[in-house]
């Protein structure tokens, strides 16, 4: 994305060809390469309000296009022949939806028959069989119908471990020392980690984007750009979402006060954060996990951090189980070190029986 103040941006105008100089100057940046094609865009999507459906869902669906090619070139890179051509299969029919898609963005536009067909380099005969108002109608009831199957950006995706790599030789640290070993990938902003969580229900749930927005009132452009990362829902929204998709809200509220850069205050958000970061890993079972993490962690340690209430003595712990899941250590530590206070407060007001039956007679009057 261009900076404000610098460059120039096409005109969001679909119709138009120029771009939009965008020297530094104070008040808000111009949007419409000028003011007459501003009001004619403005004054075709009011009056004509299936024309913004149409836009949102042409960006809709070029947004999903260019994401599965986005995947498609890591599965080349990493040599997944098989995987990348059910993606190939995939990214055709993408692409047969996006013409649908942007043939219907040009009809709402009054573009000629012969312009629309001409840019596809076909004939209008054949544009009115294949391409026409009730076909592509089909074709996008079909499409918002089916279980989504484009992948996250590579940003979200949780990257392949190819062979796991040998325990690194132990070596002495403080127990407020977050340097015990590399993580397993880099780390995912709080933002980032939160938009892969629900990206990951989406998938799982088997939902449209559609279904998802109606039940968030949000539009399914609006939601594509959640699964995405380019918004930050509100809480409310975000809650939705999740309960729409069968989750527990309880592991996505860590991740969206993080994500909001909000102060952690619950000591009991340790462990939901955890089980949150768990799932914007794509759910890896704990074998996997251990293996991210270089065989520091047990898989009872593993079981109790994310099942239970269990809290480590040392934050080494914590941050082993954090880097694997491709989290943010420095999020997390807050929220251990509320946790490792409330735990430790009554240990520290009451004797054990241990204690007490080692006290002299006399310390009881």
């Given at each position: ?207 449209t984007l559609r279904s998802l ?121 807050p929220l251990w070190d509320i ?27």
């Amino acid at each position: 994305m261009t900076p404000k103040g610098q460059g120039s941006l096409p005109c969001p105008n679909p119709g138009c060809p120029n771009t939009v100089d965008q020297t530094p100057r104070s008040g808000r940046p111009r949007r419409y390469c000028g003011d007459a094609c501003g009001k004619a865009y403005r004054k075709l999507r009011h009056s004509h309000p299936e024309t913004a459906v149409n836009d949102d869902y042409a960006v809709q669906v070029a947004e999903e296009a260019a994401r599965r090619a986005q995947h498609l070139m890591c599965l080349a890179r990493d040599g997944e022949p098989l995987a990348a051509l059910q993606q190939l299969v995939e990214a055709r029919r993408d692409l047969d939806d996006l013409a649908a898609a942007l043939v219907q963005q040009a009809r709402d536009r009054k573009e000629k028959s012969q312009s629309i067909a001409s840019a596809l380099h076909i004939s209008p005969g054949k544009l009115s069989r294949d391409l026409s108002t009730e076909a592509n109608a089909r074709s996008r009831k079909r499409r918002l119908e089916r279980p989504p199957t484009c992948p996250p950006t590579e940003a979200q995706q949780v990257p392949r471990q190819r062979e796991p790599r040998p325990a690194p030789a132990p070596r002495e640290a403080s127990s407020t020392s977050d340097s015990n070993g590399p993580p397993a990938a880099p780390a995912a902003s709080p933002a980032a980690t939160l938009a892969r969580a629900l990206s990951h229900l989406h998938r799982t749930s088997g939902k449209t984007l559609r279904s998802l927005g109606k039940d968030a009132k949000v539009t399914p452009s609006y939601m594509s750009r959640i699964m995405t990362g380019e918004r930050l829902p509100s809480w409310k929204v975000t809650r939705q979402i999740t309960l729409s998709c069968k989750g527990d809200p309880a592991e996505l509220r860590p991740l969206w006060e993080a994500a909001r850069g909000h102060e952690p205050a619950n000591p009991a958000t340790l462990n939901a954060a955890l089980r949150g970061l768990r799932l914007s890993a794509a759910s890896p079972p704990y074998s996997r996990i251990r293996d991210r993490a270089h065989n520091a962690l047990s898989l009872d340690e593993i079981r109790g951090m994310l099942e239970g209430g269990h809290v480590p003595d040392h934050w080494s712990s914590v941050r082993h189980l954090v880097s694997a899941l491709n989290g943010q250590p420095e999020t997390i530590r807050p929220l251990w070190d509320i946790a490792r206070h409330s735990t430790a407060a009554p240990r520290s007001l009451a004797l054990t029986a241990t204690e007490i039956c080692s006290l002299p007679a006399g310390a009881f009057g």
